[in-house]
């Protein structure tokens, strides 16, 4: 299995991130061992990092909502299968993109490093260009699990962890 993955930085603050493209190929490739999809041969997935201004202009465009969000995810035409299907994957998944000042103030406000939040973005949006959603219940747990053990693979702490303690106090 073989996962290209096109990084570029948009936003300045994201170019103190030492090695952030090597990292972010690293993290989507656990994303997809872990999602049980059969990739292409010559998948390809783009990751662009940018700042609120801009990632708030296309929410606007193609979700309707004037604010800026942490991740967006655009698949390509034709999508991958979804949840493990057996068909290939076709080579282009998609594009995912982030915002530095949105994730850095949810990473702040969770104490996690920003890395750490930034993986957890990559693999939340790769795992929209699968067809995984967050919709329904069931979905979103389907979607939080295969988020964790991705995660985990890397060494990186359950970002749903602190919002489960909540939940039970």
């Not at 994303?31 to 700042?51: H, K, W």
């Not at 993986?119 to 919709?135: C, S």
Request: charged share 20%; hydrophobic share 50%.
């Amino acid at each position: 299995m073989s996962l290209a993955v096109e990084a570029a930085i948009e936003a300045e603050p994201w170019s103190r991130i030492e090695g952030l493209a090597g990292f972010a190929a690293g993290v989507l490739a656990a994303a997809a061992r872990e999602s049980g999809v059969l990739l292409s041969p010559r998948a390809e997935v783009s990751a662009l990092f940018c700042d609120d201004a801009f990632i708030r202009k296309l929410n606007l465009k193609w979700r309707g909502i004037d604010r800026p969000t942490n991740v967006l995810a655009f698949p390509a035409a034709g999508g991958a299968e979804k949840r493990g299907h057996s068909q290939e994957s076709p080579a282009l998944l998609g594009d995912i993109v982030i915002a530095y000042e949105t994730a850095a103030a949810e990473a702040a406000a969770a104490g996690l490093p920003l890395r750490d939040h930034t993986a957890h973005l990559l693999v939340h949006g790769f795992l929209h260009l699968l067809g995984y959603d967050h919709e329904e219940p069931a979905g979103a747990e389907a979607m939080e699990a295969l988020e964790r053990a991705a995660l985990a693979s890397l060494g990186i702490a359950d970002p749903y962890r602190l919002a489960l303690i909540e939940e039970a106090s």
